[in-house]
T-cell receptor
């Protein structure tokens, strides 16, 4: 069965500082991996995705993530955080074929940005 | 183009009642997935519909059901509501052939409160 672990429940960074959110996954084949962001009371927005190819993927809002198969990780990074990045971030792994419509999400990491 | 539309945004129901939530996916998206989000359990997969067929179902009791119409709009129904059903219900649509999830587009959710 597929699973996702986000080890950090809450992270606080200063505005302008760099950010890395950790994600570890378990999946039997080559995974489809995603990062989503959720603002309070809203749905989730897709930041970026990895299917195959280049292991460093670029997303919206200046985010990037690196897929490391040997470590079963897909960490999200941003070089300089803005106050508007404060939100909850979810890593997810997607299945394929007849299970394509079912993704498994991590428990989320809440990001607080200090001025 | 229009995003994923969920109605209503907020709902208050009494224990024992039933409720129907609606989701209109992005035009052209044939897959619609439903998730329940609570502080304690996180994002839990309910079910997924593709071309009017339920393809996957999560570990929820039979009180939770859904359907998809020929125009891809989807509804989910919860009968005999319990206090524990209070949650944010999120609908997500995705494009593709149905063999891979290229990433969800989420609606803003329906906040259901059971009293």
């Amino acid at each position: 069965a597929q699973s996702v672990t986000q080890p950090d429940i809450h992270i606080t960074v200063s505005e302008g500082a760099s950010l890395e959110l950790r994600c570890n996954y378990s999946y039997g084949a080559t995974p489809y991996l995603f990062w989503y962001v959720q603002s309070p009371g809203q749905g989730l927005q897709l930041l970026l995705k990895y299917f195959s190819g280049d292991t460093l993927v670029q997303g919206i809002k200046g985010f990037e993530a690196e897929f490391k198969r040997s470590q079963s990780s897909f960490n999200l990074r941003k070089p300089s955080v803005h106050w508007s990045d404060a939100a909850e971030y979810f890593c997810a792994v997607g299945a394929q074929n007849t299970n394509a419509g079912k993704s498994t999400f991590g428990d989320g990491t809440t990001l607080t940005v200090k001025p | 183009k229009a995003g994923v539309t969920q109605t209503p945004r907020y709902l208050i129901k009494t224990r024992g009642q039933q409720v129907t939530l609606s989701c209109s996916p992005i035009s052209g998206h044939r897959s619609v997935s439903w998730y329940q989000q609570t502080p304690g359990q996180g994002l839990q997969f309910l079910f997924e519909y593709f071309s009017e067929t339920q393809r996957n179902k999560g570990n929820f009791p039979g009180r939770f059901s859904g359907r998809q119409f020929s125009n891809s709009r989807s509804e989910m129904n919860v009968s005999t509501l319990e206090l524990g059903d209070s949650a944010l219900y999120l609908c997500a649509s995705s494009q593709g052939s149905g063999k891979a999830n290229y990433g969800y587009t989420f609606g803003s959710g329906t906040r259901l409160t059971v009293v």
